[in-house]
């Protein structure tokens, strides 16, 4: 049997030890619960046991948890977001952290305007370039930025980057380092209606790196809920 309240409380020591160690550590971090592939049961497990904020990488996965799923929670949009599936999510994703492009950002503003809501969301930034599909690349970034000034019903808050997968250790950091500077300079574009209050980066392999790195929200699950029964 797993013992999610024990892995919460493990992963929340690292956190506590990896802010010890490095000047960049943010004060407040925010630990997204991912909980992609489990069931129902294990995440009512994790909320009672301290857990706000539950991270689903399919839109379809979330909507169907997201009503069985009693207490304070949040739910974090963390994977790839297919246009014609914004109209499912738009209503229930505090923040979603895979804003990568335009089309995207225009379906979000037509369905979030139609409700009248105001959607947070952390541009993806592909800086481990394995996936081609996700994340703009780092020389689009301040663009892509400027031009949601103009999207009322979206509100940027920060940065998110995947780490490389294939990495090991220590190999990490350079990316989290690069994101970290990118969030600096685009807070010196200071740019009206965006805030660059967030870098999401760090999954179980890698989020104590993440963290020295300036990372203030991680995402983690399998260190949490267990191995996943297949890789997403
Ligand atoms: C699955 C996933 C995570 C969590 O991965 P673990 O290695 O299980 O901690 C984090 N971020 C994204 C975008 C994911 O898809």
New binding site residues.
């Given amino acids: 049997m797993i013992d999610i309240a024990a892995n919460l409380k493990m992963v929340q020591e690292q956190i506590g030890r990896a802010q010890e160690n490095s000047v960049h550590a943010a004060k407040y971090i925010k630990l997204v619960a991912?909980s992609?592939t489990k069931p129902v049961s294990l995440l009512k497990e994790a909320v009672a046991a301290g857990a706000h904020d539950l991270?689903e990488?399919k839109v379809q996965e979330l909507v169907e948890k997201f009503d069985l799923v009693p207490g304070p929670v949040s739910w974090h949009l963390?994977?790839h977001l297919q246009t014609n599936k914004v109209k499912y999510m738009i209503d229930k994703v505090a923040l979603l952290?895979s804003l990568d492009r335009l089309e995207l950002a225009r379906e979000i503003q037509k369905r979030a305007a139609a409700k009248n809501i105001v959607l947070p969301a952390l541009v993806q930034v592909n800086l481990a370039k394995e996936d081609s599909k996700s994340g703009l690349m780092i020389e689009e970034v301040k663009d892509f930025m400027i031009a949601m000034q103009d999207f009322a019903n979206i509100h940027v808050e920060g940065l998110m980057t995947?780490g490389p997968l294939a990495a090991r250790g220590e190999e990490v950091r350079p990316v989290f380092r690069q994101l970290r500077e990118l969030k600096e300079q685009i807070c010196q574009m200071q740019l009206p209606k965006s805030e660059m209050k967030y870098l999401s980066m760090g999954?179980?392999?890698d989020y104590p790196i993440a963290i020295e790195e300036g990372a203030n929200i991680v995402?983690?699950?399998?260190?949490i809920f267990g191995a996943?029964n297949y890789a997403?």
Avoid: F, L, Q
């Avoid at 995402?219 to 260190?223: C, D, F, K, P």
């Fill in positions: 991912v992609k991270g990488n963390i994977g952290h995947i999954m179980s392999g995402r983690v699950g399998s260190a996943r997403i």
